[in-house]
């Protein structure tokens, strides 16, 4: 069994390759095991750096040190690998990823917690061809999240204070709604909507619990519809959107659990964040993963436990 270290040192406020060479080292001299660290260097390099190790055909455990991003390019590396698993030790600035595990995610910032724990199957969201953990958003929370790399890259900003400062530039200067035809299951509804969010884990945006039932190993997925709303309305939605309480709006929000849900614009292209990562297309399709993902971490760890 080989344990990989697959470490993006731009992640964070700071790097800490320093501390994950030392926690690798401190594994290999307390349990003989064999250990290697690995740097990306470029968006993307984590996932290839993972799908050549899942495909070796090797038993490997594979430890994503990063933020929310770094777990995103590692999870789709070792998708449908029986041979490969993953972990995560936190080093990003809002790892909502491991907010999923409630109380127990701080365990996973020692990997001796880590390296021996058991392995659970967890779901994916397909989304044009690319694999999502936790959330696939589109609309106005895509675009906030689009907003917050930038916003991050050039203030001293970080985790939710950069998350709320991307949401005030997009509320007070973005539309706030798009012209869509959004298909559940092959029912077509057509209308102006805000966003439209498929959710397989419960946290993004720093913190953000738009589905709160949503849990990441149980088959089901649960897509939140937003219609377009004015400022004044939306403003009130957000606080309650963020606190998983839409349902407070039923005549603006609902959820669903449809197993398809595709939408096309008619108009300008649709901005798609999968775990926070960005792109542009005319249309999407988004769907429950054939393929799932093995994950490890601390002995008696859940990821449907509940956030102290």
């Known amino acids: 069994m080989r344990h ?3 470490i993006n040192p731009h992640a964070g406020k700071r790097d800490q390759t320093a501390r994950m060479y030392a926690m690798a080292d401190a594994l290999r001299r307390r349990h003989g095991l064999e250990c290697q660290c690995l740097l990306t260097d470029r968006p993307g390099g984590a996932g290839e750096m993972a799908r050549r190790l899942a495909e070796s055909g090797g038993a490997v455990r594979i430890y994503a040190c990063g933020g929310d991003g770094t777990i995103h390019e590692v999870a789709g590396g070792i998708a449908g690998f029986d041979n490969a698993a993953m972990t995560s030790i936190p080093a990003g600035t809002g790892n909502d990823f491991l907010k999923n595990f409630g109380p127990d995610a701080e365990k996973f910032s020692d990997a001796e917690n880590l390296w021996d724990g058991p392995e659970f199957p967890l779901d994916l969201i397909e989304c044009n061809g690319r694999y999502c ?5 589109n609309g106005i929370d895509a675009q906030v999240a689009d907003s917050v790399h930038r916003i991050t890259d050039a203030s001293p900003l ?6 709320l400062a991307s949401v005030a530039v997009n509320f007070l200067f973005r539309d706030l709604g798009h012209r869509w035809t959004v298909w559940l299951d092959g029912r077509a509804v057509e209308g102006e909507f805000a966003l439209v969010s498929m959710c397989n884990g419960r946290y993004y945006g720093g913190g953000s619990m738009p589905v709160p039932e949503a849990r990441m190993d149980d088959g089901v997925l649960h897509t939140i519809l937003v219609r377009k709303v004015g400022r004044a309305a939306f403003a009130k939605l957000f606080a309650a959107y963020s606190a998983g309480e839409s349902w407070k709006f039923p ?9 398809e849900v595709r939408i096309r614009s008619h108009g300008e292209e649709i901005v798609t964040c999968l775990d926070g990562e960005c792109f542009r297309s005319g249309e ?3 769907r429950l993963a054939e393929k799932r993902v093995r994950f490890f971490g601390p002995r008696g760890c859940s990821p449907n436990a509940t956030a102290r």
Do not use: D, F, P
């Open 158 to 163: 970080r985790g939710r204070g950069s998350y």
């Open 284 to 286: 999407v399709t988004m």
């Open 251 to 259: 005549q603006i929000a609902r959820v669903v659990t449809a197993r």
């Open 4 to 6: 990989v270290w697959i």
């Open 133 to 137: 953990l936790t959330i696939a958003c």
